[in-house]
């Protein structure tokens, strides 16, 4: 089993629209998650950062926790075209602080006009 | 405030040559780790410097070795290349106690021919 696995894409949305991506993790211990937004051929961008279960909100972007389940969720609602990238989801080991980020494989959105 | 400066941004070797990437991490931050991104996946952690000692290592071979310098500045260099080494390297700097939050450099592309 991967550590971190994001549901297949692409994922295609229309403009306006909410893009709800998905991720779950196998290391229960795991105590800190993170969604970044990779551009093509630009680095990863860090956007959302969740350590306790629940929600989490920043603007347009939602991040969701639930660890019993080992389930991390972004949602992205009133998509524009500019989100158009591929979205990272990567988690923290219980090993201490600034531990590793073990990230997946990534899916990449697209928001139609 | 400058962010998370690499060097070089592109570069082409032959198999079998040596190579040395250089990062300069966020003004305040004393941590450096290293990623390596093939094409369509997520970024793979190498090893990690913090007051100039390797803290923790990745998967990957000995071929891989670092250095953090006094400044907090740091280098990757990869012996004898293979055409798999091909990808992106990502640097990323943190500050111990942050809350294990990174925030990564633009990346070299290294092409393996």
């Given amino acids: 089993q991967k550590e971190v696995e994001q549901n297949s894409g692409p994922l295609s949305v229309p403009e306006g629209a909410i893009a709800s991506l998905n991720?779950?993790?196998?290391?229960?211990?795991?105590?800190?998650?993170?969604?970044?937004?990779?551009?093509?051929?630009?680095?990863?961008?860090?956007?959302?950062?969740?350590?306790?279960?629940?929600?989490?909100?920043?603007?347009?972007?939602?991040?969701?926790?639930?660890?019993?389940?080992?389930?991390?969720?972004?949602?992205?609602?009133?998509?524009?075209?500019?989100?158009?990238?591929?979205?990272?989801?990567?988690?923290n080991p219980p090993t201490g602080a600034n531990s590793k980020l073990t990230f997946?494989?990534?899916?990449?959105?697209?928001?139609?006009? | 405030d400058a962010g998370v400066t690499q060097s070089p941004t592109h570069l082409i070797?032959?198999?079998?040559?040596?190579?040395?990437?250089?990062?300069?991490?966020?003004?305040?931050?004393?941590?450096?780790?290293?990623y390596q991104q093939a094409l369509g996946q997520g970024p793979q952690f190498i090893f990690q410097y913090y007051e100039e000692e390797e803290r923790q290592r990745g998967n990957f071979p000995d071929r891989?070795?670092?250095?953090?310098?006094?400044?907090?500045?740091?280098?990757?260099?990869?012996?004898?290349?293979?055409?798999?080494d091909s990808a992106l390297y990502l640097c990323a700097s943190s500050f111990?106690?942050?809350?294990?939050?990174i925030y990564f450099g633009e990346g070299s592309w290294l092409t393996v021919v």
């Fill in chain 1, 23 to 91: 991720c779950t993790y196998s290391d229960r211990g795991s105590q800190s998650f993170f969604w970044y937004r990779q551009y093509s051929g630009k680095s990863p961008e860090l956007i959302m950062s969740i350590y306790s279960n629940g929600d989490k909100e920043d603007g347009r972007f939602t991040a969701q926790l639930n660890k019993a389940s080992q389930y991390v969720s972004l949602l992205i609602r009133d998509s524009q075209p500019s989100d158009s990238a591929t979205y990272l989801c990567a988690v």
């Fill in chain 1, 104 to 113: 997946g494989k990534g899916i990449t959105l697209s928001v139609r006009p």
């Fill in chain 2, 13 to 34: 070797k032959t198999r079998g040559q040596q190579v040395t990437l250089r990062c300069s991490p966020k003004s305040g931050h004393d941590t450096v780790s290293w």
């Fill in chain 2, 64 to 84: 891989f070795s670092g250095h953090q310098f006094p400044n907090y500045s740091s280098e990757l260099n990869v012996n004898a290349l293979l055409l798999g």
């Fill in chain 2, 96 to 101: 111990t106690g942050s809350g294990n939050t």
